[in-house]
Every structure is written in C-alpha cells, then in structure tokens.
C-alpha cells in the first residue's frame, strides 16, 4: 500500500520508517521545504529524530501533490494546530477522496473539534476517516520495538481491512468502531500527564502519582461519555493504555511540561527547552471548555487550566488535587 505521511516531526517520522521497513512505499512531506530537501539528502530527519536512517522505499519530498501521487491510504501527523490548513492543502491538490487517518493527537483551538471531526468539515463527501491512536513513542517505534495501537473509525467494513494490511508483528493494530472514544483519550491523556510531571517534579511520590493516573482516567471517561464514547474504550489502548504510557514515561514530552512547571521555570521556557510540540497545552483550554459546556466536573484540567493562566502555582495545583473534599469514589 502506498501511503503518504503529512507532518515531519518525531511521530511522523517514526511511522513512516515503520511502514517503510515492512514493505509499503511510503511518501512523506512537510510545510518545511528545506527540511524535507534535507531529509531527502541525508536520508535522515536530523532535526526530530536523529540517528534513524530512512529506508530506501522511504521518500522525503517538498512538493505536496508529488507526496500524494499514486496514494492509497494518507496518514497526517502534523500538530493539530496545523491540521485543517494540511487538509485543505490535500483538498486542492485534488487528493480529498483519499482515505485519511488522523495520527495527531488534541482538540482544534477555538473550535473544540476532535482531529478527524476537522477532516470530515473539510472533506464531507470522504467516507474513510479514521484515527490512529494508542501508547506508542516515536523513538520506540523507530528502534523497532513492540508497541499495540489503535485504529478508530465509524466505517467497520474499511478499518477492518486496513488493521489487517497494515498489521506487523511490530506494531500490533486492533479496530474499533468507537472513534470518539479514540480520540478524546488521545487528547485528555496528555493533559493528565502534565499534572502527573506536576506531580513527580515535586517529588509527592508514587502513590500520588498512581492517584493522579486513577482519577484522570475517571475524568476522561466521563467528558468522552458525555461526548457520544463507549466506557469500555478508555479502558483499552487508546484510553487507560496510552494515559500510563503517557504518565510514566521517561520519553512524554506532555509529563516533561509538568516536571519543568514543578521546577519553577515559566511556560514558555519549558516548551522552548523540549523543542518539539507538547499537545497537553493548548489542549487544556479545550477540554476545560468542553467539559463546561457539558457540565462536566473535571478538576485535574481545571486546575491546570487555571496553573496555565498563572492563577495557580505549580505547589498550589498539586496540594489542591491532593486536599480536596473527601467524596465517594
């Protein structure tokens, strides 16, 4: 299967070595033209995942419609800020009807829409729209190293198929028709997981971190509930999976915000040290706003929301989290 990677940083990157190296000819193609001139050049992304050379059925290329020619399935692994302008981009290079997986992980700003709710805006008549979620870092995926994901979409007969021809011994797929559930756990994770850094940088300990993981899976499954998701989701991969990857993980760019925070140093200081897009921001914002319009009680994201808006201290968010009312569970 020919498949084209939108987005080249470490994630879109790692997937297109990945399926790559099993056999499928793979384009890639970012907004950068000398990024990708490079990439190409030195058969490598030195700037996002240095040290993995690209295979050679692995194409790096600065035009976009050379990138989609001849393609079969479009995997798009941009930031989700820069999601529906790549989608529009696709959309006039005449490439709509390609089948689309969404493998970036939030909710649109201002519009609070889930990464393949902006793909069906732009491409309504596109009945092959999926997401690409579960616990997976990139730097494993480009060792090689085993990892279990989901693939999310309403449209059963088509996922199904592509679960089985994308399926490696590698990287394990598993279907599911719950795309929302798919995808709010792949958002609200990487908010929980900066209150997890918060938490770990303050040294409060393991048993406050395994409360903070315990409560914010109850906090995602209520707001992707209320949002039309299936519990039994956010216990699997693409929930409770990639929360405790996300959490724990000494790779989380999402958890290193929250450790940077516990440390003193302000927001914009801590992005601009992990140098590559933390999704958990500006995440907060809309699944603080989301879970106010659906009156949801979330207070892990609300405090985070007001932290970011330096309403709260890193201390005070982590003293309020662990201090509040006694209730039932």
């Known amino acids: ?29 970012a907004r950068n033209r000398e990024q990708m001139a490079a990439m190409q050049n030195e058969r490598e992304n030195q700037r996002y995942l240095p040290g993995f050379p690209l295979p050679d059925n692995l194409t790096a290329h600065t035009e976009l419609t050379e ?21 529009e981009l696709i959309k006039q290079a ?24 902006v793909v ?26 085993p ?30 028709t719950d795309i929302i559930g798919a995808a709010v756990g792949g958002a609200v994770k990487n908010v929980m997981a900066i209150a997890t850094g918060l938490s770990d940088g303050l040294e409060y ?43 724990t993980g000494a790779l989380s760019r999402n958890r290193k915000v929250g450790l940077g925070l516990a440390s003193g ?10 140098g590559h897009v933390a999704e958990g921001v500006p995440t907060i914002d809309e699944v603080f706003n989301t879970a106010c319009r659906h009156q949801i009680d979330m207070p892990i994201t609300q405090t985070l929301y007001e932290l970011v808006r330096n309403e709260l201290s890193a201390k005070d968010v982590a003293e309020r ?6 209730k039932s569970e």
């Open 1 to 29: 299967m020919k498949i084209t990677v939108i987005g080249a940083g470490s994630w879109g990157t790692a997937l297109a070595i990945h399926f790559s190296l099993h056999g499928h000819p793979v384009s890639i193609w």
């Open 67 to 87: 990138a989609l020619e001849g393609g079969e399935l479009v995997l798009m692994v941009t930031s989700v800020a820069g999601l529906r302008d790549s989608v």
């Open 94 to 117: 005449g490439y709509g009807h390609l089948p689309i997986l969404t493998a970036c992980k939030g909710f649109e700003l201002d519009t609070g829409l889930l990464t393949f709710q």
């Open 120 to 145: 069906r805006e732009i491409l309504p008549d596109n009945n092959k729209i999926g997401v690409l979620s579960g616990p997976s870092f990139a730097q494993e995926l480009a060792k090689q190293l």
């Open 147 to 176: 990892c279990a994901v989901v693939l999310a979409s309403e449209n059963e007969k088509w996922i199904n198929g592509l679960v089985q021809e994308l399926n490696t011994p590698i990287m394990r797929l598993y279907a599911n």
């Open 205 to 247: 300990g393991m048993n406050a971190r395994a409360a903070l993981v315990t409560r914010g899976l109850a906090e995602m499954t209520r707001l992707a509930v209320a949002l039309g998701a299936q519990q039994k989701t956010m216990m699997g991969l693409a929930g409770m999976g990639d929360l405790i990857l996300t959490c």
């Open 265 to 274: 140093k302000p927001l914009h200081q801590v992005l601009t040290e992990i």
């Open 321 to 326: 989290l662990m201090m509040r009312e006694a």
